[in-house]
């Protein structure tokens, strides 16, 4: 990790209560409700009921939110199987898990998505493990994008960075089991050969093609590989002349035959989209939104307006892109500005209304690709059609807590946040 300061602003089963805590409203005896931000509009009530899930990867915990943001409960690294900086919080519409990699831990803690419980923890996954994703044709598929630098361990042998790793899940008539299978090795696949190209070969997020099949993988310093899940091996890949470093955010079309990424740095962002309905992937648009954003990271499909949404974490705003016109150079797009400092993730509620963004702490985790330092660690609540601020939500201790992973179990539209 790099000086955050040069930058600007910048197996424990446990319950969490998610289903009945809703209906009593009252927080844990030692944390009140968090007051949103004095300078904020008040939130308008929402129809849905449902529980927003936001990890503070810095005290190892996540908090459970109302749709006002908040808190219901707070769940400790103990009630998390020990996870050691949960950063990232993903599932898929359909499946009743969901997944929380934990980047120092080496782990992968599985939260039933229904009940709450921590169901497994998955040991030793690779090293500093970024996200956990399942196939969202084959759920009981789940990649795991081990984003280290590979090094030699204390027997001499790889350290399993630079890796993605395979967790297949069985389920049987007294519940579900886990197993870690197998290691595809990112650094030693012939695609990724030329280091010009690939610097490293450091995983940092994906997204799959419609049918399962492929797998594509952002890499730490740029480029992406198409990974084929059935030969298990890379079939092909863009460098960094073509993709620019830290790529992240991934979302699908309503279709899924097209996927959105992002990337970029302290000084840039960019939007890709892939075509993902073919025989493999092909990249058809690459947008520099570099003098309107920086810092390209987490994506969202609004499910109701069919547009993207892009957050900017550096330049502390969001851009929107119509589905409609996103393969076109120079389409048309709205931003909203001023969305709180350093925001980073972004999921919406069931009913499409309401986004939620975490916000990064003054103190931000050395996650890769890099921090970025914020002022008020918490969410930021939007109104979705009418693109305004609700709330900002100051969350925990505001020196120390860094929010990172968002997730919400009850919408079923969208494949996960980055």
């Given at each position: 990790?790099?000086?955050?300061?040069?930058?600007?602003?910048?197996?424990?089963?446990?319950?969490?209560?998610?289903?009945?805590?809703?209906?009593?409203?009252?927080?844990?005896?030692?944390?009140?409700?968090?007051?949103?931000?004095?300078?904020?509009?008040?939130?308008?009530?929402?129809?849905?009921?449902?529980?927003?899930?936001?990890?503070?990867?810095?005290?190892?915990?996540?908090?459970?939110?109302?749709p006002d943001g908040a808190v219901l409960r707070i769940v400790d690294q103990e009630e998390l199987g020990g996870a050691d900086r949960p950063h990232m919080l993903w599932g898929v519409p359909g499946d009743p898990y969901v997944?929380?990699?934990?980047?120092?831990?080496?782990?992968?803690?599985?939260?039933?998505?229904?009940?709450?419980?921590?169901?497994?923890?998955?040991?030793?996954?690779?090293?500093?493990?970024?996200?956990?994703?399942?196939?969202?044709?084959?759920?009981?598929?789940?990649?795991?994008?081990?984003i280290a630098p590979q090094e030699a361990g204390p027997d001499g042998s790889p350290n399993q960075g630079e890796t993605i790793a395979e967790i297949v899940r069985t389920d049987g008539g007294t519940g579900s089991s886990w197993e870690l299978t197998r290691f595809l090795d990112l650094r030693a696949d012939p695609v990724l050969e030329d280091s010009a190209?690939?610097?490293?070969?450091?995983?940092?997020c994906g997204g799959f093609s419609p049918d399962g099949r492929h797998l594509l993988v952002t890499l730490f310093n740029g480029g992406l590989a198409v990974v084929d899940l059935e030969d298990w091996s890379v079939s092909k890949a863009w460098g960094n002349d073509e993709i620019a470093e830290h790529g992240c955010g991934f979302a699908p079309s309503l279709d899924g035959n097209e996927i959105y990424v992002t990337a970029?740095?302290?000084?840039?962002?960019?939007?890709?989209?892939?075509?993902?309905?073919?025989?493999?992937?092909?990249?058809?648009?690459?947008?520099?939104?570099?003098?309107?954003?920086?810092?390209?990271?987490?994506?969202?499909?609004?499910?109701?307006?069919?547009?993207?949404?892009?957050?900017?974490?550096?330049?502390?705003?969001?851009?929107?892109?119509?589905?409609?016109?996103?393969?076109?150079?120079?389409?048309?797009?709205?931003?909203?500005?001023?969305?709180?400092?350093?925001?980073?993730?972004v999921a919406f509620s069931p009913d499409a209304t309401r986004a939620y963004l975490t916000l990064r702490g003054p103190n931000p985790a050395p996650t890769i690709p890099h921090a970025t330092v914020g002022e008020t660690p918490g969410v930021t609540i939007i109104d979705v059609p009418n693109r305004d601020v609700l709330s900002i939500v100051p969350l925990g201790d505001q020196i120390e807590a860094d929010f990172h992973g968002i997730f919400i179990p009850q919408a079923n539209h969208g494949l996960g946040t980055l």
């Amino acid at each position: 990790m790099v000086d955050a300061n040069v930058f600007k602003r910048i197996a424990l089963p446990v319950t969490l209560l998610l289903l009945g805590v809703a209906a009593c409203g009252e927080p844990p005896a030692n944390q009140a409700p968090q007051a949103a931000d004095a300078t904020a509009t008040d939130a308008q009530p929402t129809a849905a009921d449902f529980e927003v899930w936001a990890a503070d990867q810095n005290l190892n915990q996540v908090y459970v939110l109302d749709p006002d943001g908040a808190v219901l409960r707070i769940v400790d690294q103990e009630e998390l199987g020990g996870a050691d900086r949960p950063h990232m919080l993903w599932g898929v519409p359909g499946d009743p898990y969901v997944y929380s990699a934990n980047t120092v831990s080496n782990s992968v803690t599985i939260l039933d998505r229904n009940s709450g419980q921590t169901v497994e923890v998955i040991e030793d996954v690779g090293t500093a493990p970024h996200a956990a994703q399942p196939n969202p044709t084959r759920p009981d598929r789940v990649y795991v994008f081990n984003i280290a630098p590979q090094e030699a361990g204390p027997d001499g042998s790889p350290n399993q960075g630079e890796t993605i790793a395979e967790i297949v899940r069985t389920d049987g008539g007294t519940g579900s089991s886990w197993e870690l299978t197998r290691f595809l090795d990112l650094r030693a696949d012939p695609v990724l050969e030329d280091s010009a190209l690939f610097p490293s070969r450091r995983p940092v997020c994906g997204g799959f093609s419609p049918d399962g099949r492929h797998l594509l993988v952002t890499l730490f310093n740029g480029g992406l590989a198409v990974v084929d899940l059935e030969d298990w091996s890379v079939s092909k890949a863009w460098g960094n002349d073509e993709i620019a470093e830290h790529g992240c955010g991934f979302a699908p079309s309503l279709d899924g035959n097209e996927i959105y990424v992002t990337a970029g740095g302290m000084h840039e962002s960019w939007m890709y989209v892939f075509d993902v309905g073919g025989v493999e992937p092909e990249l058809v648009a690459t947008h520099e939104l570099s003098d309107v954003g920086q810092d390209a990271h987490g994506v969202y499909v609004d499910p109701e307006r069919d547009e993207l949404w892009v957050v900017h974490r550096a330049s502390d705003n969001i851009t929107i892109h119509p589905l409609s016109s996103i393969r076109e150079e120079g389409h048309a797009f709205e931003t909203i500005e001023d969305v709180g400092v350093a925001p980073d993730l972004v999921a919406f509620s069931p009913d499409a209304t309401r986004a939620y963004l975490t916000l990064r702490g003054p103190n931000p985790a050395p996650t890769i690709p890099h921090a970025t330092v914020g002022e008020t660690p918490g969410v930021t609540i939007i109104d979705v059609p009418n693109r305004d601020v609700l709330s900002i939500v100051p969350l925990g201790d505001q020196i120390e807590a860094d929010f990172h992973g968002i997730f919400i179990p009850q919408a079923n539209h969208g494949l996960g946040t980055l």
